[in-house]
């Protein structure tokens, strides 16, 4: 069965920390990795991944694949109150097939 | 704006009865994703199509149905409604991009209280 997991489920940090969230998949067919932001709507692109050892970078966010091990973690660095949210890594695999995981709810404290 | 329009954007209807929840794709996007989002659940796949046809089946109750109509817009109906099934409902859409992957884009969601 195809699937998607993140980790940790939650995370409460302090403003200018360092995080570091994990997705691992397990999904055939697959194609590219995404990562998305909800904040108290609908869920935010942020990256897109297909090729492994390739880091994207965003400010101070950053993501890599690795697609041997079959994992993705997303980075951010500095974070800030406005960096609340629940993060989504989705997986997509040939025919438009899109698995997500349940999300990383990151909560930024002053 | 991602591109993704639902409508209605909020919605409170009695146990019992149907709504039509209405999602117009961003232009140009053939494949129309539902999904169903509790309070303290994440997203759940309900149901794909792909330019007017089914492509893809997930958690969808045999009380709701769906479809996608030649103009590419998708409508989900929910019938015989229960009060779990209020949530919040994403309409996305992705592109059929034949290099590389594709993103997939979320509407603002409709939020569904059943009374």
């Known amino acids: 069965e195809d699937k998607v997991v993140q980790s940790p489920l939650s995370l409460v940090v302090h403003e200018g920390d360092t995080v570091t969230l994990n997705c691992s998949y397990e999904?055939?067919?697959?194609?590219?990795l995404l990562w998305y932001k909800q904040e108290k709507k609908a869920p935010t692109f942020l990256f897109m991944l297909?090729?492994?050892?390739i880091e994207k970078k965003s400010g101070r966010l950053s993501s890599i694949l690795d697609k041997k091990e079959l994992f993705s973690i997303l980075n951010i660095t500095a974070t800030q109150t406005g960096d609340s949210a629940i993060y989504l890594c989705?997986?997509?695999?040939?025919?438009?097939?899109?698995?997500f995981g349940t999300g990383t709810s990151l909560t930024v404290i002053p | 704006d991602s591109g993704v329009t639902q409508t209605p954007k909020h919605l409170i209807t009695a146990t019992g009865q149907r709504v039509t929840l209405r999602c117009s794709p961003r232009s140009g996007d053939l494949s129309v994703y539902w999904y169903q989002q509790s309070l303290d659940q994440g997203l759940q796949f309900l149901i794909q199509y792909y330019n007017g046809e089914e492509r893809a089946k997930g958690n969808i109750l045999e009380r709701f149905s769906a479809q996608q109509f030649p103009d590419l817009h998708s409508e989900l109906n929910l019938s015989s409604l229960e009060l779990g099934d209020s949530a919040l409902y994403f309409c996305?859409?992705?592109?059929?991009?034949?290099?590389?992957?594709?993103?997939?884009?979320f509407g603002e969601g409709s939020w569904l209280t059943v009374v």
């Open positions: 996305a859409s992705s592109d059929t991009g034949l290099l590389g992957g594709n993103t997939i884009y």
């Open positions: 989705a997986v997509e695999a040939t025919g438009n097939q899109f698995y």
């Open positions: 999904v055939t067919n697959f194609r590219s």
């Open positions: 297909t090729s492994s050892g």
